[in-house]
């Protein structure tokens, strides 16, 4: 019942003159379009992880803080310093399990840069309907460090997400409004879309905002294999 709900709203969207239609029969083809296009591939960025970390203590000294968040007590303290991480129309945050939605203010500009220009390229590309970034950690206090660790070997004992500047990045998941979200899922089972190729496309326009930003000196980056993500961090000007 609900599934015939939706495949009579999308008719409407598809077939409706009005405005909603963009969101529809526009949106479509604008699809179809984007998996076509070629993105280059981009220098990846590999930075040392003494380089990370004297930025990450540079800016938090920087900003008052010197030394790692040790627990989310000190985090709480230090909170009114922070920048809370939400939704917007830059990027969407994951379920968050070893990390804090907070950042230093440095690292959250960065990190709405980052959204603003994967969306700009998008929209080079010919694609109105953004897709976003998904972060997948945030800041983490030592404790919470120490916890990881015991769960995943690769954990370095002193990381840069304990300072609040650094953030992940998922190269492999993307969002999207929920209308344009809606249109695809159904669309794509009558076979319509390629949702490989598009994820390919995303993630080497993702690849390049990252290299562009580091040839700039505003970041940090590793792209880590284990975990599909970009491990970025704000460079200490």
């Known amino acids: 019942m609900l ?7 999308l008719g409407f969207l598809l077939i409706d003159p009005s405005s909603t239609s963009r969101i529809g029969g526009d949106f479509v083809c604008q699809l179809q379009e984007f998996e076509k296009v070629h993105v280059p591939r981009s220098k990846i960025p590999r930075d040392k992880q003494r380089e990370q970390m004297h930025s990450a203590q ?15 007590e000190d985090i709480a303290a230090f909170r009114p310093s922070l920048v809370r991480i939400r939704d917007n129309h830059f990027f969407e945050l994951d379920k968050l399990t070893h990390s804090q939605p907070y950042l230093l203010p440095e690292a959250a500009e960065l990190l709405d840069t980052i959204g603003a220009r994967f969306l700009a390229e998008q929209q080079r590309m010919g694609l109105d309907y953004g897709f976003r970034i998904v972060v997948t950690s945030v800041t983490r206090s030592q404790a919470d460090q120490d916890k ?35 249109a695809e899922g159904l669309l794509r089972e009558a076979g319509y879309f390629n949702p490989g190729q598009r994820r ?15 040839r700039e000196g505003r970041l940090h980056a590793i792209k880590e294999r284990r975990q599909p993500c970009y491990h970025v961090t704000a460079k200490c000007l």
């Open 3 to 9: 599934k015939s709900m939706f495949i009579l709203l």
């Open 148 to 182: 990881l660790r015991r769960r995943n070997r690769n954990a370095t004992r002193v990381s840069t997400h304990s300072f609040g500047t650094t953030f992940d990045i998922s190269y492999v998941q993307f969002r999207q409004p929920f209308l344009p979200q809606l």
């Open 200 to 214: 390919y496309i995303l993630t080497r326009t993702l690849d390049k905002v990252i290299s562009d930003l580091h």
């Open 58 to 72: 540079c800016l938090a000294g920087r900003n008052g803080h010197n030394g790692v968040f040790r627990d989310q």
